[in-house]
């Protein structure tokens, strides 16, 4: 799978493509990432790729023609191009599995107050936010959805097994997890994940898994499939809390 980033800050995002699993993918040719600079695409003596907004307001826009240009010299038919804007639509695992799907991902960093509309109109594009907050550098946004699209394809992770445990894979957070030792500061790890019954643990896990999102993400609880055994436990246990 490709992904091709474009971004005014490709010396911030270098670190991170180059280390841990995804550095290690890159290495054995599971994934190629290829980071490219706006500014190399500027006709401007200063390489300068942004301008004051036409009616007035702070800050700077990110113009169309270097854009534009930046954008052709890696576009091609069958790769899918990504603006990561404030405006899209939110990123969730289940689109990150989605995009996984794709041979090439063209990912084009927001930056400063965003891009000029035009670019819009000149591609055939979608647009993804990955939460409602302000970043400096939208290339981290980009960083972000790499990291999630690259880990849900098995070769890169190593341990296909370790994607159907995490949180949001089954739409609920993840159960709580326990190491050793098995007593820390009188807080002891519960009985039934050291007694080796795996229908037990398995049990037990969901039950976790569905506390920690009835406490922190109950919204999440809304889109998913619950069984009877699910619903009296939730039952049961908002009964006994309140």
């Known amino acids: ?17 180059h280390s841990s699993i995804i550095g290690r993918s890159v290495e ?8 490219i600079n706006f500014r190399d695409y500027s006709d401007n003596k200063h390489n300068r790729v942004d301008d004051t907004s036409y009616g007035g ?17 890696v576009h091609k038919d069958g790769s899918r191009l990504i603006f990561l ?24 960093s927001g930056h400063y107050e965003g891009f000029d509309h035009r670019i819009f109109e ?10 409602d907050y302000i970043l400096t550098n939208g290339g981290l946004a980009a960083l972000v959805l790499l990291d999630c699209v690259a880990r849900t394809k098995n070769e890169v992770l190593n ?16 159960y709580s997890q326990y190491t050793k030792p098995s007593e820390f500061m009188g807080i002891k790890v519960p009985d039934v994940l ?33 069984s009877w055994d699910d619903l009296e436990f939730l039952v049961s246990y908002i009964t006994e809390t309140i």
């Not at 307001?57 to 010299?73: E, F, H, N, T």
């Not at 990123?91 to 995009?99: G, I, M, P, R, T």
Request: with cysteine; charged share 25%.
């Open 122 to 131: 000149l591609f055939d594009h979608e647009k993804i936010s990955i939460g």
């Open 85 to 108: 804007t404030p405006q899209g639509s939110l990123f969730n695992q289940q689109k990150a599995e989605e995009l996984a799907q794709e041979d090439e991902l063209i990912l084009v």
């Open 1 to 17: 799978m490709i992904f091709r980033i474009l971004t005014l800050f490709p010396e911030v995002l270098d670190p991170y493509i």
């Open 194 to 226: 050291l007694g080796g019954h795996h229908k037990e643990i398995e049990r037990w896990r969901r039950r976790s898994s569905l506390v920690n999102t009835l406490k922190t993400r109950p919204e999440l609880l809304e889109d998913v499939a619950l």
């Open 28 to 35: 054995e040719k599971q994934i190629e990432i290829s980071l």
């Open 57 to 73: 307001g702070p800050g700077m826009v990110l113009q169309c023609d270097p854009l534009y240009r930046a954008i052709k010299s």
């Open 159 to 174: 341990n296909p097994e370790s994607l159907t445990e995490e949180s949001f894979s089954n739409g609920l957070l993840e």
